[in-house]
């Protein structure tokens, strides 16, 4: 069983940035996709990045250019650093895995971190 441990959220202005991280148990064949989600009071959940086992990043068009998502394979640990950011990111945010491919339904999940952007 795979579980998942997420920190760094918190409350910023906007333009400030945060940084959160979300680390696995364990990952036996070096092929976890990891990714965040998020959600809004109100909003559908949306995906806002993932990292596939080599390392290659895919980002919403809503935080493409602000948001960078990297990942340590050593430390089982991604990172989302998030930059330039806006009232409009403020959401529940939760990290998920699933081995293998990145486009099937993760089976993983966190238990989320808030991120609060004040104007």
């Known amino acids: 069983q795979v579980q998942l441990a997420e920190s760094g959220g918190g409350s910023v202005q906007a333009g400030g940035s945060l940084k959160l991280s979300c680390t696995m148990t364990?990952?036996?064949?070096?092929?976890?996709?990891m990714a965040w989600f998020r959600q809004a009071p109100g909003k559908e959940r949306e995906k806002v990045a993932h990292i596939n086992n080599v390392g290659e990043p895919t980002y919403a068009a809503s935080v493409a250019g602000r948001f960078t998502l990297s990942k340590n394979s050593k430390l089982l640990t991604a990172y989302l650093e998030m930059n330039n950011l806006k009232p409009d990111d403020t959401a529940m945010y939760y990290c998920?895995?699933?081995?293998?491919?990145?486009?099937?339904?993760?089976?993983?999940w966190g238990q989320g971190t808030q991120v609060t952007v004040s104007s």
């Open positions: 364990n990952d036996p064949h070096n092929s976890a996709c």
């Open positions: 998920a895995a699933r081995f293998w491919s990145c486009s099937a339904p993760f089976n993983y």
